[in-house]
């Protein structure tokens, strides 16, 4: 039996198990935004060629025409070892002290056991592997083997494996096909006068090319040696290159086998894929492992030093919310403008690898406060598919662009269920109230008006027309959409919709006004451009009046839409006793006739637009919905969190940042081993910390705090981008410090920190003493 622990910085897991090996593989998953790994340990040999799986960012191929599918691309950590003629093999012999320790500080994960064959010989085997985040390039291998009990011979293949395939996984969560599908055809291949082996192939519907290649050095006891390999050489099949080396063990003896790699693409800027490719091996091999290390430790140093939240009080909190930030920071591939993050990130290929409204509702946040170069960039990939959203509104018949429930490459819709591809269209406007957010705390007018206003005029253009006018009643209907509630079905008058859709409208009037007022002949260049009719604004505002809401003034509830009253009440504890999600065992359409929800929908709501609703409305909300929703979603836990901290719900807001921060370290859900990560709740669960229980929000054009901490928390640290400036904040039981980082771009900057305007001077320190915290609202 295996047994995963988590404390400080470290993921641990001790005992082999065979039956975990996939979750233990997305546990540690590596990525470093531009590639991806899943934990699969290198020597695998038993498995199917699709199960051990690397990815590039924005490496995609067609499975039928116009559907693309993440490509699983060439396995560049294989290894295989055969000592004194015995193929190491984890399924055969006895394995002692298996741990792997995932050190979230550095990104290096570490294996270690001792294999005993069948003739009683044993050995130690060590490997240690990060992907660089300093050179994003590189992958580096450390392999440390030493004999036991016994002296002997070792023959080590160390090898690029582009003999894999993808077995891409149906939209419908129930169904598991095995249609396994090759996506690569081989370029070229060989080893150059330096010893470096390459391979490099292509897609054979999109034309990515990827060129790997790597290097072996092998050293005993610390101390290179030139002669210590008697036999080596260069091996090759289709799709596979390997170099082989053979060298005698002395008993005791530490051997140790470096592999460096380095990975281009056609995506990449550069001249020449191969060259640039074993450049970069010839790089590494003169820093070597401690040198590439070095490197790799500073540039997480870095991420760390904005990205860290430290917790007092609860170190399983404190390690299980490093780990969502871990894999957010790897997720994410910073400095492309032309990828987004899937919803399983780079490390599985759940969904197809497609990009979602995670990306702009729950995971941008983080990056809108720490990384604002990395959120411009998310936000980037939009407006460079803005070109495939206008073709999935005229594909729909309707007016603007409307972003595809679905997308990878070039922003057309990859969902193949109707209900959801063409029905869950909020996402249009959930990216259009994503580049608000980031223009709010950056004040990024130079993204906004290049940028971000063409979005949101078209994206409004889109809701323009897909409103239904009811001319008898002089009122506008939202017809057949789907909310975040995936379990209501196609509806009419989804309430997140519509008003999600109304702030769309609101948003690009507010660009319109800004650009008018600020860059006149920018905003008379892209009226020209888009045709641009100021009665088109009359339009939207006749929508906003006249749209139809759901709302029961009696009880100061929103309805989640026409329908929802409609539905039968069910005592949901008779359906579900555990977080395990009820689709599994009941259908979609008998959940889809069931008062119950999948997920966050008015609450959701609520969450995004708090200053539209009243504080007896944000009750009557959760009153009504909270005890009615399954979390069948992994988005879900995270929004509750967030909600009820603000609410002043102390319990249930660490109840469900809990589960939100521990979806997958602790395996909630029961769908972590095979369908990956979940990306948008590692989003959620920092925002249930900084936006909940830090209080941060913004508010009337000025950052607000007002924080809300459990009660097993003394202390929470964090620091966030504002503006340009760097705000550290430290948050105890009696006390909010703000400190303007001296690395900031500004001198001063106000905030209201508990109800009171404050003003930071860079450098000196600022103390607001907390009153009636933690006050509740009802």
Known sequence: ???????????????YDPESLMFSESIFSLGNGYMGVRGFMAQEENRKNYDLCTYI????????????????????LKASFQFNGIDLDTNKGNIYNFNRILNMQDGTLTTSFIWEDYAGSRTKIEEIRF?????????????????????????AQIAIDGQIANNPINDDQMKEDINPVVFFKEIEKGVNADGISYITVMTKETKYIISEAFSVNVSRNGTKTENIIYNEEFMSEDKYIAKRICFNMQVGNEYVIDKMVSVYTSRDDVDDVQNATICSVAYANKLGFEGMLKLNKKAWAQKWDIADIVVEGDEKSQTALRYNIFNLIQGNSENDPNVSIGARGIMHGRYKGCYFWDTEIFMLPFYIYTNPKAARNLLMYRYNTLAGAEKNARMQNVEGARYAWMCSIDGTEQCETW???????????????????????????????DYGAEILIKTARYWKSRFTYFKDDDVYNMLFVKGPNEYG???????????????????????????????IDDWDKLSKKISFCDSEIEKWKDIIDKAVINYDAQRALYIEDDNFLKLEPINIEELKNNDEPLYKKVSFDRLQRYRVLKQADVILLMTLLPDMFTDEEKRAAWNFYEPI????????????????????????????????????????????????????????????????????????????????????????????????????????????ELVLDEKSCCDKINLNVCGECLTLIRGNKTIKSIHNKNKKLF
């Open 489 to 519: 079905g196609v509806t009419v008058n989804n309430t997140y919709t519509t008003i999600m859709a109304i702030n769309n409208f609101k948003l690009a009037m507010k660009a319109i006004d800004i650009l008018k007022s600020k860059y």
């Open 57 to 76: 960012a924005g490496i995609f191929d067609y499975i039928k025409p116009g559907i693309t599918d993440m490509a699983n691309t060439p396995n560049f």
């Open 131 to 155: 992907l660089s985040i300093a050179n994003i390039h590189n992958a580096i291998q450390r392999f440390k083997i030493t004999p036991i009990n016994y002296t002997g011979e070792i023959v």
């Open 1 to 15: 039996m295996s047994k995963i622990t988590f404390g400080d910085w470290m993921i641990r897991q001790q005992g």
């Open 629 to 736: 929703t399954l979390h069948d979603s992994s988005l879900s836990f995270g929004t509750h969190a967030l909600f009820a901290a603000r609410l002043g719900l102390k319990e249930k807001a660490y109840e469900y940042f809990i589960k939100s921060s521990r979806l997958d370290l602790e395996d909630i859900m029961k769908n972590t081993g095979k369908e990956g990560i979940h990306f948008a709740s590692l989003g959620a669960t920092w925002q249930a910390v900084i936006n909940g229980f830090g209080g941060v929000e913004i508010k009337n054009g000025l950052i607000s705090i007002n924080p809300k901490l459990p009660e097993l928390w003394n202390l929470l640290s964090f620091k966030m981008f504002y503006r340009n400036c760097i705000i550290c904040v430290n948050i105890s039981k009696n006390a909010v």
């Open 419 to 449: 209900d959801t591809g063409c029905c869950e269209v909020h996402i249009t406007a959930d990216v259009a109230y994503a580049i608000n957010q980031y223009y709010e705390v950056s004040g990024d007018e130079t993204f906004l008006k």
